[in-house]
T-cell receptor
């Protein structure tokens, strides 16, 4: 539908587990993003990649580790998470960065993460 | 830090009526604003945007109004339909070099 896919759609993990979220965009975009969406809170930008280089990291705890091997794929590696990390994790992509309709961000459906 | 917020968490309207969703922002340096729609189980979807050098922009059945004097943004949906039921977010470009700062969202409920 949006050209941005995320897997898995749902994930339940313990605090000692290590897991990875995957995002793939089929739109030929050069920028990709990770957002966190918690209940009753605004979307929070976590990471921004442009041309496979990280350009922004909004003070995210080190237990979240992003990886962007190419412009079509983005991963979020998770380890030793806390229950408060339970949220919907959204991936987005855009043609470029900067503020214009040309760089509209297209979102994936998200991964619903529950940390026990 | 700066924030973007919505006035109401829930808005209920009759099908066929016009809907107005409001947003207040605090970053006076923001120069680009976007409205997103998020349906249940889906990611946000771009609706319409506006730059600070404009005060009104129209799309298909939607209009965004920007009042820079009072830092207020609104989204008007004409002839609301059941498919308009979703959470609507405003966002601005003040959240960093390339990301967006989102408001909490308003849940639009359509009554038959």
């Amino acid at each position: 539908e949006t050209g941005v896919t995320q897997t898995p759609r749902h994930l339940v993990m313990g605090m000692t587990n290590k897991k990875s979220l995957k995002c793939e965009q089929h739109l030929g975009h050069n920028a990709m993003y990770w957002y966190k969406q918690s209940a009753k809170k605004p979307l929070e930008l976590m990471f921004v990649y442009s041309l496979e280089e990280r350009v922004e990291n909004n003070s995210v705890p080190s237990r979240f580790s992003p990886e962007c091997p190419n412009s079509s794929h983005l991963f979020l590696h998770l380890h030793t998470l806390q229950p408060e990390d339970s949220a919907l994790y959204l991936c987005a992509s855009s043609q470029g960065t900067g503020t214009s309709s040309y760089n509209e961000q297209f979102f994936g459906p998200g991964t619903r993460l529950t940390v026990l | 830090g700066e924030s973007v917020g919505l006035h109401l968490p829930t808005l209920s309207v009759q099908e066929g009526d016009n809907s107005i969703i409001n947003c207040a922002y605090s970053n006076s340096a923001s120069d680009y604003f976007i409205w997103y729609k998020q349906e249940s189980g889906k990611g946000p979807q771009f609706i319409i945007d506006i730059r600070s050098n404009m005060d009104k922009r129209q799309g298909q059945r939607v209009t965004v109004l920007l009042n820079k004097t009072v830092k207020h943004l609104s989204l008007q949906i004409a002839a609301t339909q059941p498919g308009d039921s979703a959470v609507y977010f405003c966002a601005d470009s003040g959240g960093g070099a390339d990301g967006l700062t989102f408001g909490k969202g308003t849940h639009l409920i359509i009554q038959p």
